[in-house]
C-alpha cells in the first residue's frame, strides 16, 4: 500500500462517482456546509435532500436565520428528527450573527461554536477552507478500519487515533477536503457495514481487512445501547372541517416544542378511554374510536402509540399551547409521528 496512489485513486474515484448533492458546491459554501451536516447527522440522506433545500431557500444565510423564531426553524426542520440539532443550529446562528455573521475558518474556532463538535469542525474547516485535519465519521472509521485492519473499536482512543493518522497521511498527497469527503462517500456507497462491494473500491488492492478475506469482520462490534419499548396514547381530536387539535409539547427532552395530538404513556392498570378523556383540554360530549396502533422510534426508544380518534360537532376554544390545524399541512414546527397518525386515520 503506497499512500501517495492510495490518495491519487481515492480523489480520482470521488471526482467521478460522488453523488450531486445540493451543498456540493465549487467552491464551497461555509454555510451550506454547516446546515448539510447538521442535518445528515443520523438522518439518511434522501430524507436531508429535499429538507436542506427548503431550509436553506428560507434561511440562505446565518444572518436571516439568526432573525428567525425557534418555532420557525423548527418546522422547516420537522421530518428529520433529533429537534436538538436544530435549536443547536439557531443558537449558533445568533451567537455568529452577533459577532458580525462570518463562521470562524479553523476547526479549533468552529468547535466552539454551539452543536458542533469535532467531526462537524474538522469536516466544515477541511472542505470550505482546506486545513488538513480528519472529518472521522462513521463511514471514515470504518474505511479506514478495514484498510488497516485496526483490532481496536474506531471509537475508542486508540483506534481513532490509528484512522486519524491513516487520513493525515492521505493529505499529504492529496487535499484535504476532497480527501475526507471521498472517504466519507467511499463509506457510505462502496465499503459499506454489510456486503462491501470491495471491486469498485479505490483502496481495495491495498486493504488489509480484504486480504484477510472478510471486510465486514471490521470494525469489532459494540456494545449496543439497550432499546426501550414504550406504549403511548395519542387523542386524536378532530373538528367538521377536519381540523386536528395539537398541544405544543413543553414536557421532555426528545419532542419538547413541536406540535402533536396529545399524548400520555399508557398506565396498563387503567382504562384507555379515561386516560383519552384525560389528555382533553375541555369536556366531551361524543364518542371515541380506537384504531390500530402505530409504530415509531425516536433513538433507542420503540414506541406503539395507539390513537384515539375523537371526531366532535363543532370547535371549541382551546387554551394557550394548542391550536386547530389542518393535520396535512400543519404549518407548524412537528414530528414524522403526526404523518403517521394521520395515515393510520386513512387506512
Known amino acids: 500500500m503506497t499512500i501517495m496512489s492510495d490518495a491519487d485513486r481515492l480523489v480520482a474515484w470521488f471526482d467521478a462517482n460522488a453523488r450531486p448533492l445540493p451543498w456540493r458546491t465549487i467552491p464551497r459554501d461555509s454555510y451550506r456546509s454547516l446546515v448539510s451536516e447538521l442535518m445528515a447527522q443520523q438522518t439518511q440522506l434522501d430524507r436531508v435532500v429535499p429538507r436542506f433545500e427548503v431550509f436553506v431557500r428560507r434561511f440562505p444565510n446565518l444572518v436571516v436565520l439568526a432573525e428567525a423564531s425557534e418555532d420557525e426553524v423548527l418546522e422547516l426542520w420537522s421530518g428529520l428528527g433529533y429537534y436538538r440539532r436544530a435549536r443547536l443550529l439557531h443558537a449558533l446562528a445568533r451567537e455568529v450573527a452577533a459577532a458580525g455573521g462570518e463562521l470562524p ?26 486545513e488538513a485535519v480528519p ?27 490509528a484512522v486519524g493518522e491513516w487520513v493525515r497521511a492521505l493529505m499529504k498527497h492529496a487535499s484535504p477536503g476532497p480527501v475526507n469527503e471521498a472517504l466519507m462517500e467511499l463509506g457510505a456507497t462502496v465499503c459499506t457495514p454489510v456486503q462491501p462491494d470491495c471491486g469498485l473500491c479505490p483502496l481495495s488492492d491495498g486493504c488489509r481487512a480484504r486480504t484477510e478475506g472478510d471486510p465486514a469482520l471490521y470494525p469489532r462490534p459494540r456494545r449496543t445501547r439497550s432499546a426501550i419499548d414504550l406504549k403511548w396514547l395519542a387523542a386524536l381530536i378532530e373538528d367538521p372541517t377536519g381540523r386536528w387539535l395539537l398541544r405544543q409539547v413543553a414536557e421532555g427532552p426528545i419532542l419538547r416544542g413541536l406540535w402533536l395530538p396529545p399524548f400520555v404513556e399508557i398506565d396498563e392498570a387503567r382504562g384507555l378511554e379515561i386516560q383519552a ?65 394521520l395515515r393510520s386515520v386513512d387506512a
Do not use: C
Not at 378523556?277 to 369536556?283: D, H, K, N, S
Open 105 to 130: 475558518t479553523t476547526a479549533a474556532e468552529l468547535e466552539k461554536l454551539p452543536g458542533i463538535g469535532p467531526y462537524t469542525a474538522a469536516a466544515i474547516a477541511s472542505m470550505v477552507h482546506g
Open 277 to 341: 378523556l384525560e389528555l382533553l383540554p375541555f369536556e366531551l360530549d361524543s364518542a371515541m374510536e380506537f384504531l390500530r396502533p402505530v409504530k415509531h422510534s425516536i433513538t433507542h426508544r420503540r414506541i406503539q402509540v395507539t390513537p384515539a380518534r375523537i371526531r366532535i360537532g363543532h370547535s371549541v376554544r382551546v387554551p394557550e399551547g394548542w391550536s386547530w390545524v389542518d393535520p396535512a399541512v400543519p404549518n407548524l414546527p412537528t414530528s414524522s409521528l403526526l404523518g403517521k397518525l
Open 135 to 161: 472529518a472521522v465519521d462513521g463511514n471514515i472509521a470504518r474505511v479506514g478500519t478495514r484498510v488497516l485492519a485496526v483490532a481496536d473499536d474506531p471509537r475508542t482512543k486508540a483506534g481513532k487515533s
